[in-house]
C-alpha cells in the first residue's frame, strides 16, 4: 500500500472516530432532557488489552431511580474492524445486559465510518424503544 493511501486510511478512521464521539456527546445532552434521566456522561477511551487495542465510547445516564443505564460501543482491529454495541444497566445486582446490537464489520476505513455511524445511529434510536422508567 503506498504511503499516501494509508495516510488517507489513518485520517479516514480518525475522522469517523471524531464523528462518533460528537454524536455521543449529542446523544448524552439528548437524554438529559428526559425526566428519568438525571444526568448523563459521555466519554470515550483507548484501552490496551491482552486481545488488542480496543476504543471505547459509551454514555452513561444516571436515572432518577439511582440506576446507571450505558449505551456503549467498543471498536477494535484484527484483520479488519469489528464494532460491537449494546445497553448495559449496572445496578446493585452487577452489570446487566438490556440490549446488543448485531456485530458490525468493516474491510477499510471507509467502510468503518460506515459501520461505526449505523451503530451510532441503532444506539440512539433504541432510547425510542427503551422503557427507561423500568429501572
Known amino acids: 500500500m503506498e504511503a499516501d493511501v494509508v495516510h488517507a486510511e489513518g485520517a479516514d478512521a ?13 446523544f448524552a445532552h439528548r437524554l438529559r432532557q428526559l425526566p428519568e434521566v438525571r444526568r448523563a456522561i459521555p ?3 483507548a484501552r490496551r ?5 480496543r476504543l471505547e465510547a459509551y454514555v452513561e445516564a ?6 446507571v443505564v450505558c449505551w456503549w460501543i467498543e471498536v477494535g482491529w484484527n484483520d479488519q ?3 460491537n454495541s449494546g445497553i448495559y444497566v449496572n445496578d ?3 452489570q446487566q445486559v438490556v440490549r446488543e446490537f448485531p456485530d458490525r464489520q468493516a ?3 471507509t467502510a468503518f465510518s460506515a459501520e461505526l455511524a449505523i451503530a451510532i445511529d441503532a444506539l ?3 432510547v425510542a424503544d427503551t422503557d427507561l422508567t423500568r429501572f
Open 49 to 53: 488489552y491482552r486481545s488488542g487495542p
Open 92 to 94: 446493585d445486582a452487577g
Open 81 to 83: 474492524w469489528r464494532v
Open 124 to 126: 440512539v434510536a433504541s
Open 43 to 45: 466519554g470515550l477511551n
Open 14 to 26: 480518525l475522522d469517523a472516530v471524531a464523528n462518533a464521539n460528537e454524536r455521543m456527546i449529542e
Open 62 to 67: 444516571e436515572l432518577v431511580s439511582s440506576t
Open 107 to 109: 474491510p477499510d476505513s
